[in-house]
């Protein structure tokens, strides 16, 4: 079985193991006795740079301070996460009371992570299975239930309209009819009386 590569990050100056291996039980599922994880404390975007790109199976942030993952941060984890990948955002004691756990799925939501979810003392999401720059076809539905437009029209819909008798647009001419009333016989008169 190949051992799961983790990273362990932290916004102080150091952490707890209770803490690490709390979230890395979240993380697994399965409780290994040989687990490596790195774990960098006083994290930025930067104490990442170092790590390959899609190289982990989670990180666990261990969140102390309120702005802690920064959006940066987040966009520099999704890009150490392997397809899948999942990320554990647990808050200590002290920020729990101020930070909810809502601020903290939006956060992830926002910084593009799936079926995010609120645990234990925290939050979790997982990294879309799909790589950058990837593509794949949209499924055609099938509509099977589409009526045919013929059969919502009665016969008397389908017959053609009979022309009034006496229309004014029906002669050659294209006088006003005696029984007029579509207003040419009023257009007509104007016209003599300015003389044109």
């Not at 920064?70 to 999704?78: K, T």
Request: hydrophobic share 35%; net charge negative; glycine share 8%.
């Amino acid at each position: 079985m190949v051992q799961p590569k983790l990273l362990v990050i932290s916004d102080d100056v150091a952490v707890s193991m209770s803490a690490v291996l709390g979230g890395i039980k979240v993380v697994i599922k399965e409780t290994e006795e040989k687990l490596d994880p790195l774990i960098i404390t006083q994290a930025s975007a930067d104490s990442l740079l170092s790590v390959e790109p899609s190289s982990l199976d989670g990180v666990v942030a261990l969140c102390k301070a309120l702005n802690f993952p920064s959006d940066e941060l987040l966009a520099s984890i999704s890009g150490i996460l392997k397809p899948s990948g999942t990320i554990l955002l647990l808050q200590s004691q002290s920020s729990q009371e101020q930070k909810t756990n809502s601020s903290l799925e939006r956060k992830l939501l926002l910084g593009g992570f799936i079926d995010v979810q609120s645990c234990r003392s925290g939050v979790i999401g997982k990294k879309s299975s799909w790589k950058m720059g990837s593509s794949f076809s949209l499924k055609k539905v099938v509509m099977d239930d589409l009526i045919d437009e013929d059969t919502l029209l009665t016969e008397e819909d389908l017959k053609k309209p009979q022309v009034p008798s006496g229309d004014c647009e029906v002669g050659k001419t294209r006088k006003a009819c005696k029984n007029c009333s579509c207003g040419r016989a009023e257009a007509e008169e104007k016209v003599e009386k300015l003389g044109l």
